[in-house]
């Protein structure tokens, strides 16, 4: 059973930037894709971005592509998501999550390990 424990949201304004990082324990973490998604209110939960176990292939959503940048760090147990150029349209609670096997375009519900989720809220 894995555990992810996300941080790092806050308020930020227009333009500027924000690290996230989900911490990861309770499994062998170089054994799992790992991957951010984010809800807004009254929308569904989207793909922001994902990584492969090894850190060589990353996916990343239409919205964020060039301003987004995923990373992980096995040794420590940790997947990043550092966030600039944030946009009003940014705002969401953001989750963190894990999966066996091929993370690219995996529909969500395949995605078995979530955090609990940190609030991102970017001020125009």
């Known amino acids: 059973q894995v555990q992810l424990v996300e941080s790092g949201g806050r308020l930020v304004q227009a333009g500027g930037s924000l690290s996230l990082s989900c911490a990861a324990s309770?499994?062998?973490?170089?054994?799992?894709?790992m991957g951010w998604f984010r809800q807004a209110p009254g929308k569904e939960r989207e793909a922001v971005a994902t990584?492969?176990?090894?850190?060589?292939?990353?996916f990343y959503g239409d919205s964020v592509k060039g301003r987004f940048t995923i990373s992980r760090v096995n040794a420590k147990n940790t997947v990043y998501l550092q966030m600039n150029s944030l946009k009003p349209e940014d705002t969401a609670v953001y989750y963190c999550a894990a999966k066996k096997g091929n993370p690219v375009l995996a529909p969500i519900p395949s995605w078995a390990y979530w955090g609990q989720g940190t609030q991102v809220t970017v001020s125009s």
């Open positions: 990584i492969t176990l090894s850190g060589l292939t990353t």
């Open positions: 309770g499994g062998t973490f170089s054994t799992y894709a």
